[in-house]
Antibody, heavy 119, light 112 residues
Framework: EVQLVESGGGLVQPGRSLKLSCVAS????????MTWIRQAPGKGLEWVAS????????YYPDSVKGRFTISRDNAKSALYLQMNSLRSEDTATYYC????????????WGQGVMVTVSS | QITLTQQAESLWVSPGEKVSITCRAS???????????LSWYQQRPGQRTKALIY???IRTDGVPTRFIGSGSGTEFTLSIEDVQPEDIALYYC?????????FGGGTKLELK
């Protein structure tokens, strides 16, 4: 069974940093791209970052480019999101997803981890 | 960027009825391989988000046959036939044709 378990969320002040982690199991991690998606309270879904299966390629929307960094450790089946210079608008639940890139589909999602940016 | 519009924020339905949720894209989602890069997701409170449909019309493993994806170009529909109480949820469309990947605003299915 595919499992994605996020951790590392919490309350952080504006301008500070936070690193999220996601541990994957139930599939061959290094065969898949991975993606972070977020959802602000009461709002819709927003793509945050994607990484290729080898980690050689990373992709971001303009809203987080230069502030967030996605990375992975295939030996540990782990995905990370380093978030710097956090803003109040980054407050959201962050989901780790498995990216079935050839199908254009995020086929498995974690339960999500809450990040609150507030002074 | 490609904008996806889900016109209806909420739809009310009774168990057993059929309901259709629409998603309109600001440009065609058809790639050169002939496939449409449009997928559908279900969010139920307390549950993990579930992928339902990809390439506009293909159900993911285990999705009941009452969920039907259709459409092409810029107009797409997720239909649910014989709605069940467990189908009450938020539904989102997503395009992965062109970065940034973008989602529709979501449609909440509610019981009459």
């Amino acid at each position: 069974e595919v499992q994605l378990v996020e951790s590392g969320g919490g309350l952080v002040q504006p301008g500070r940093s936070l690193k999220l982690s996601c541990v994957a199991s139930g599939f061959t991690f290094n065969n898949y791209w991975m993606t972070w998606i977020r959802q602000a309270p009461g709002k819709g879904l927003e793509w945050v970052a994607s990484i290729t299966n080898t980690g050689s390629g990373t992709y971001y929307p303009d809203s987080v480019k230069g502030r967030f960094t996605i990375s992975r450790d295939n030996a540990k089946s782990a995905l990370y999101l380093q978030m710097n210079s956090l803003r109040s608008e980054d407050t959201a639940t962050y989901y780790c997803t498995r990216d079935a890139v050839y199908y254009g589909l995020f086929d498995y999602w974690g339960q999500g981890v809450m990040v609150t940016v507030s002074s | 960027q490609i904008t996806l519009t889900q016109q209806a924020e909420s739809l009310w339905v009774s168990p057993g009825e059929k309901v259709s949720i629409t998603c309109r894209a600001s440009q065609s989602l058809r790639y050169t391989d002939g496939k449409h890069y449009l997928s559908w997701y279900q969010q139920r409170p307390g549950q993990r988000t579930k992928a339902l449909i990809y390439h506009a019309s293909i159900r993911t493993d285990g999705v009941p046959t009452r969920f039907i994806g259709s459409g092409s170009g810029t107009e797409f529909t997720l239909s649910i036939e014989d709605v069940q109480p467990e189908d009450i949820a938020l539904y989102y469309c997503l395009q992965t044709l062109k970065k940034p990947w973008t989602f529709g605003g979501g449609t909440k299915l509610e019981l009459k």
